[in-house]
């Protein structure tokens, strides 16, 4: 059994940023993977940025160049730095632990309760 929970959200103003964290407890050896995921109001879920065991990372087109994701194994803890923020960026933003299988990310943890990002214009 996998807890995450995230943190660091809040209301900003376009151009600001905010640095997104997630504790993770329980059991995560079987995880090689951890991902952010996002969730507009009114919308479908959308996969955010990945990381994995490597430390390889990878972006949705919409925040790319903008958003890093990492990771400290030591602490069991997932970041998501996120710069240069829009108004499109406002969702709510979850981290999962999961796998790759090919260059698919598929997580499996469950949620957590995600934490709230609103960014103004």
């Known amino acids: 059994q996998v807890q995450l929970v995230e943190s660091g959200g809040g209301l900003v103003q376009a151009g600001e940023s905010l640095t997104l964290s997630c504790g993770v407890s329980g059991s995560i050896f079987s995880f090689n993977a951890a991902g952010w995921y996002r969730q507009p109001p009114g919308k479908q879920r959308e996969l955010v940025a990945t990381i994995n065991a490597g430390g390889r990372t990878n972006f949705a087109d919409s925040v790319q160049g903008r958003f890093t994701i990492s990771r400290d194994n030591a602490k069991n803890m997932v970041y998501l730095q996120m710069n240069s923020l829009k108004p499109d960026d406002t969702a709510v933003y979850y981290c999962?632990?999961?796998?790759?299988?090919?260059?698919?990310?598929?997580?499996?943890?469950?949620w957590g309760p995600g934490t709230q990002v609103t960014v103004s214009s």
């Open positions: 999962t632990l999961g796998t790759f299988i090919g260059s698919g990310y598929y997580p499996s943890s469950g």
